[in-house]
Nanobody, 125 residues
Framework: QVQLVESGGGLVQTGGSLRLSCAAS????????MGWFRQAPGKEREFVSA????????YYADSVKGRFTISRDNAKNTVYLQMNSLKPEDTAVYYC??????????????????WGQGTQVTVSS
């Protein structure tokens, strides 16, 4: 299974920016749809964003539309999440995930086969 490692989290003030990275092992990274999820203390894991394996389609939770941008560089086996205009409610542990197949309604929110260890994002006021 693909192995994922997130990085780029940290402490930032409201309105600031961070870029998260997720590096994947192996040489089949380009075959996976990739997504970002987050989990705040006491809350369930929440979908944030996803990108297809071709990179031709992206998806965002309503809460982050217009502020976050997902992208990928298959040559570098890496997916990114650029986070701008950060708010305190964005505070969470952010996880990247990989999925090799699956469809249906909101398919990009389900079916992830592998996860990274997570990176903490804290937005202060």
């Amino acid at each position: 299974q693909v192995q994922l490692v997130e990085s780029g989290g940290g402490l930032v003030q409201t309105g600031g920016s961070l870029r998260l990275s997720c590096a994947a092992s192996g040489r089949t990274f380009g075959s996976y749809d990739m997504g970002w999820f987050r989990q705040a203390p006491g809350k369930e894991r929440e979908f944030v964003s996803a990108i297809t394996w071709r990179g031709d389609s992206t998806y965002y939770a309503d809460s982050v539309k217009g502020r976050f941008t997902i992208s990928r560089d298959n040559a570098k086996n890496t997916v990114y999440l650029q986070m701008n205009s950060l708010k305190p409610e964005d505070t969470a542990v952010y996880y990247c995930g990989a999925r090799s197949r699956g469809g249906g309604s909101r398919w990009y929110e389900y079916g992830y086969d592998a996860w990274g260890q997570g990176t903490q994002v804290t937005v202060s006021s």
